[in-house]
């Protein structure tokens, strides 16, 4: 006769639960962690000033300051033959971020960056309507303005911006366009104005002598050079 084997008893004891217990604990605390670590700097700053940081807010948009510098530029020389300055029309977008950043839901540098875009193309209009001396709302010119913003932007997270960078640099690669924004805004003028009209505005080298009023061969050489000093302060 087959005896029964006993039955196994399923209940753990109590040094098993505290063992339970403090193992996930501890990967608890391991996956915050890493999480905390996988987040950049940018990031970091992002949850810091939504969580109401005013320190935290300052620095951050320090970090956008030359992004936004950039972009006004592009902007005003299109609609405004460069009658207003791009640093004034970026203080009063950081100052509108400063008294709206409860309504940012985003938590990436890209985001962010989308909604100072925002902030940005409203100011812009504004100034534009001023500057036609008209108070009414052109639709026609916010989307004028929405499309320009969105090419520079665009030219900014381009390849350029990996070309430029050396993957030893320690900003996050999702984050170059700041830097790339930053190196821009610290060329000679004449270098940054052939880089946008060539990759932000997409003209032939003709068409940018013209503008520029050179010799289409002299633009040529400005625009390599440009290129070279560009990669000189990314490095």
């Known amino acids: 006769m087959n005896e029964r084997p006993e039955a196994f008893d399923s209940q753990p004891t109590e040094s098993q639960v505290d063992q339970s217990q403090t193992n996930q604990s501890s990967a608890h605390l391991s996956d915050s962690s890493n999480s905390a670590e996988s987040l950049s700097r940018t990031e970091r700053l992002i949850d810091a000033a939504r969580a109401g940081d005013g320190e935290a807010l300052g620095e951050l948009l320090l970090s956008y300051r030359k992004y936004v510098v950039f972009l006004a530029r592009t902007q005003l020389h299109h609609h405004m033959q460069a009658k207003a300055d791009p640093s004034d029309v970026a203080q009063e977008v950081f100052l509108a971020a400063h008294g709206n950043i409860a309504e940012f839901r985003g938590d990436s540098a890209e985001e962010f ?72 805004e610290g060329l000679p003028d004449d270098y940054r104005q052939v880089i946008v009209l060539r990759h932000v505005d997409g003209l032939p080298f003709a068409e940018v002598a013209r503008l ?22 990314m490095a």
């Open 212 to 233: 520029m009023d050179r010799s289409v061969d002299s633009v040529e050489k400005l625009w390599v050079r440009g290129l070279a000093k560009l990669k000189q302060h």
């Open 113 to 184: 960056a989308g909604w100072l875009r925002g902030i940005l193309s409203n100011t812009l209009a504004m100034h534009v309507r001023k500057f036609l001396g008209t108070q009414k709302r052109d639709p026609r010119l916010e989307q004028r303005l929405n499309q320009s913003l969105a090419s520079a932007t665009g030219f900014l997270q381009s390849q350029l911006a990996g070309d430029v960078t050396s993957p030893s640099q320690h900003f996050a690669r999702n984050e170059a366009f700041l830097e790339l924004a930053g190196a821009l």
